[in-house]
């Protein structure tokens, strides 16, 4: 079956750059609740991001404050499932408007699936046009770049996950020499804050690569959708990454633009009010800080059908359950992309 993860609800039913960023935030009050970071004066964390691009938008926003966070040295981005060219060609352009085409890109493992609705803006781009590394097997790229790090990798994995169950079944060492940040599950409440959990899509799209990850010898933490789901700018918040004129947030809302317009089931989103729900960008935050978060040890058992169960006898993993303070997650996050 042909689902992206919306779908899958709905059957669940310099001085330039200076004036730029005073632009950018000069209308989202000053001051938050918490610090912007608990890594800012810390080293810098090594992460490869594992991303499904290219399907919810959700995605590009992580993409974008992934780039944008400091506290984070990206190391390696791989992509994910169904045609995972065409997501490797949407991460690729988005590097190149970045400036940061420092950064490697793996091409994963291709599963069948409906075509990108962000297809569009890569319309004509070639993957051979990007001045960076492009590597044909990410599952490789992935193995050698955690076996060949001097310090531990942080995975950051946004989508189903087949590629970390490849690579683990290819080098199992890496489980020693790494850490999973990821955005699955639904523990206590589903999409839209719905108190009914259910089979959340990136589990629920390949339950035996979840399961792979969830189960490896590393530390796991997770932002379920008792969390994530609940992330979705409006008003002035949104307004302002809107009207933000750095080239990647104009990107960023080109693609957004884009989606909307090949997704018929995002019907009703305006892109000039709110943003679709960020999932996404709570896992790339988990990659280098949990201040605003309640993160509970749960035992998290991942059934054939894509549900992710407390059970006593299930490893123990780090869930993100609740949030101390969603406004200031919400302002960091302007900040963050828009600063």
């Known amino acids: 079956m042909n689902l992206d993860r919306r779908s899958f609800l709905r059957l669940f039913a310099g001085t330039t750059a200076g004036l730029l960023a005073a632009a950018c935030v ?4 000053q001051e938050s609740a918490y610090p912007m970071t608990t890594q800012s004066a810390a080293k810098k964390i ?10 919810d938008i959700d995605d590009t926003w992580a993409l974008a404050m ?5 506290e984070l040295d990206v190391k390696l981005i791989t992509t994910d499932t169904g045609d995972t060219r065409c997501r490797a060609k949407i991460v690729a ?3 190149e408007v970045a400036g940061r085409t420092d950064i490697p890109i793996g091409i994963g493992i291709p599963r069948p699936e409906a075509p990108s609705s962000q297809a569009p803006w890569v319309e004509g781009y070639e993957l051979s046009s990007y001045p960076g590394v492009v590597y044909e097997d990410a599952v490789g790229a992935i193995v050698e770049t955690i076996m060949g790090s001097p310090e531990p990798i942080t995975l950051v994995c946004i989508g189903p996950v087949p590629n970390i169950k490849a690579a683990l079944e290819r080098e199992p060492r890496i489980a020693e020499r790494a850490r999973f940040v990821g955005m699955h599950g639904s523990i206590r409440r589903g999409y839209n804050g719905s108190p009914q ?3 959340e899509y990136n589990v629920a799209r390949d339950p035996a690569a979840c399961r792979a990850a969830f189960a490896a010898p590393w530390d796991v933490t997770i932002t379920p959708l008792d969390t994530c789901g609940l992330v979705r700018l409006r008003e002035a918040k949104y307004r302002i990454v809107r009207e933000c004129k750095d080239p990647l947030i104009q990107a960023l809302m080109e693609n957004y633009r884009i989606w909307i317009r090949n997704s018929e089931w995002a019907g009703g989103l305006d892109p000039d009010k709110e943003s679709s729900v960020l999932f996404d960008t709570v896992a790339v935050y988990l990659a280098f800080s949990e201040e605003l978060l309640v993160i509970e040890k749960l035992g998290i058992r991942v059934t054939d059908d894509g549900r992710t169960l407390v059970d006593e006898n299930a490893k123990r993993i780090r869930c993100a359950t609740k ?14 992309l828009a600063g």
């Not at 000069?26 to 009050?29: C, S, V």
């Not at 992934?66 to 400091?70: F, I, R, W």
């Not at 949030?323 to 963050?336: H, I, P, T």
Request: charged share 30%.
């Open 26 to 29: 000069n209308t989202l009050k």
């Open 46 to 55: 090594p992460v490869i991001l594992d991303t499904d691009i290219g399907s």
């Open 66 to 70: 992934m780039l944008k966070s400091p």
């Open 93 to 95: 352009k988005l590097l």
């Open 197 to 199: 959990p259910v089979a």
């Open 323 to 336: 949030w101390k303070d969603l406004d200031a997650f919400e302002d960091f996050l302007v900040k963050r």
